[in-house]
């Protein structure tokens, strides 16, 4: 890469990265010792491994989430509908009790999954990599299904949108 395309900083890194379309996931945990909730938002989410079934998301260094998930030792990824986009506004927002109003089931190991989601996984953390301003969390899955057909929640420019064929 050259100087000239790096010449407009991070305004024009997000300008151009933002133009790439990506799913929404919400990752979530419940304190073992109390039930507390936590949960961020996340389009980063993907597949890294079929054999062993292992995940990818990034978490900001400054998610206050995050270090109240990372001990939980279940976490819930919910893979967003298109509906969800108010729950994907709640989780993406600072705040305390972001679950306030969410309806959610329990995976089968206690952390939560957003209703209406069109699948989830319930994954441990395997291992967390510093990424420059993010950790790169990987992720074993444990339990899962695709449990509604609806359309996807994206990312597209800054925003969250739907799809149309």
């Not at 986009?85 to 309806?103: E, Q, V, Y």
């Amino acid at each position: 890469m050259s100087e000239a395309l790096l010449e407009g900083g991070t305004r024009c890194l997000r300008n151009v990265l933002g133009r790439f379309a990506t799913g929404v996931v919400a990752v979530a945990a419940a304190d073992p010792a109390d039930g507390t909730r936590a949960g961020l938002v996340a389009n980063s989410f993907c597949s890294v491994s079929l054999e062993p079934a292992l995940v990818s998301f990034c978490v900001a260094h400054t998610s206050g989430s995050w270090p109240l998930m990372r001990g939980a030792g279940l976490l819930a990824i919910s893979i967003l509908g298109a509906q969800q986009r108010a729950a994907a506004d709640r989780l993406a927002a600072s705040g305390t009790d972001k679950f306030h109003g969410l309806p959610w089931i329990s995976s089968p190991g206690g952390a939560p999954v957003l209703e209406g989601s069109l699948a989830w996984l319930e994954c441990t953390v395997e291992a967390e990599h510093p990424a420059g301003d993010h950790t790169i969390v990987v992720a074993r899955v444990r339990a899962l299904d695709a449990i509604a057909d609806g359309e996807p929640l994206l990312f597209y420019r800054g925003t969250f949108g739907g799809f149309s064929r």
